[in-house]
């Protein structure tokens, strides 16, 4: 169902490429990563749920953050392997809407998580011994419902602009989803305020994850530099660098894409930011925390003979 305003019922996805030999390479390369991004997050949920020893903050937010993984990656990869094997990728204005909305919603939602882990890290390592108390169960639910309010908020913004916004003939985005620059190129009453809002709630929702991760850590680095020993401040930095490198993604390929002005960033190169931090990041969370936290591996490895033995 088309906006009132609009006289555009449906869009063409123009996808990743044009090149019909690419097709179904291309098909059978990001059902492999979908199919690993849907094991991994899958058996991270359930390895968390089974064994109580893991119900702690850390792994509270971590259990939220491969939900999240999981719902993004599910808004975005399956109608990108249908545009492979169609011929003319289409959705409706109301699908577009809706595949805009839930992006928006999971992606803001990951970032707040994201940041919420880095003060989950500060505590545990600066302040261990109001830790129990400082990040208990019921102090955890808080933060985690203010996650979800600013998901939610944010993709309400976003969503709202767009719907705002009227497409008179042009209904072909250049991108593989539905995504807020692409549409944002294709209105013709595009104005300076829905811009601006788009850059406001992009810098909020970037700005104060990124603020809260770094003040964290530059308090955790205090903290570990008077750790007199190697083998403390070894596992100080042990616990922080699997979060980093998996806020270094996820940011680092965000900011690329939306904290630049389309005319330096050309839609088809954000294609590929994009890409990376819808279909590769989500794929890679549960992997580097599977590979990088002795915890996760040790349960994994007594859950799976656990199961062999039954």
Not at 192 to 208: K, P, Q, S
Request: aromatic share 12%; hydrophobic share 50%.
């Amino acid at each position: 169902m088309a906006a009132r305003n609009s006289s555009v019922t449906e869009f063409i996805l123009t996808g990743l490429t044009d090149e019909p030999g690419l097709r179904i390479p291309l098909f059978i390369l990001f059902l492999c990563f979908y199919l690993i991004t849907m094991l991994g997050n899958l058996g991270l949920i359930f390895l968390i749920w089974l064994n109580t020893h893991l119900h702690t903050p850390m792994y509270f937010f971590l259990f939220n953050l491969a939900i999240i993984d999981l719902s993004y990656s599910t808004t975005i990869t399956p109608k990108m392997l249908m545009g492979f094997i169609s011929k003319k990728n289409m959705i409706l204005h109301a699908g577009c809407m809706a595949q805009l909305f839930f992006f928006c919603f999971f992606v803001i939602s990951e970032s707040f998580v994201l940041s919420a882990m880095a003060y989950d890290r500060y505590v545990a390592i600066c302040n261990p011994l109001v830790y129990t108390v400082t990040m208990s169960p019921q102090v955890c639910l808080l933060p985690l419902l203010g996650i979800y309010v600013m998901g939610f908020t944010g993709a309400m913004a976003h969503t709202g602009s767009i719907m705002s916004l009227t497409f008179c003939s042009e209904n072909l985005v250049n991108h593989f989803m539905c995504d807020i620059l692409p549409l944002l190129e294709l209105s013709c009453n595009r104005t300076y305020v829905n811009e601006l809002v788009v850059f406001i709630v992009v810098a909020i929702d970037i700005g104060i994850p990124i603020v809260t991760i770094f003040i964290s850590y530059a308090l955790i680095l205090c903290s570990i530099l008077h750790i007199h020993t190697m083998e403390g401040r070894s596992k100080a930095f042990s616990t922080c660098s699997t979060h980093m490198i998996v806020v270094l993604l996820f940011f680092g390929s965000g900011a690329f894409m939306y904290l630049k002005s389309p005319s330096i960033l050309p839609l088809d190169q954000g294609k590929v930011s994009s890409l990376f931090y819808t279909i590769v990041v989500p794929m890679l969370n549960p992997l580097i925390y599977s590979l990088r936290n002795k915890d996760v591996k040790v349960t994994f490895r007594k859950t799976l003979d656990r199961k062999i033995f039954c």
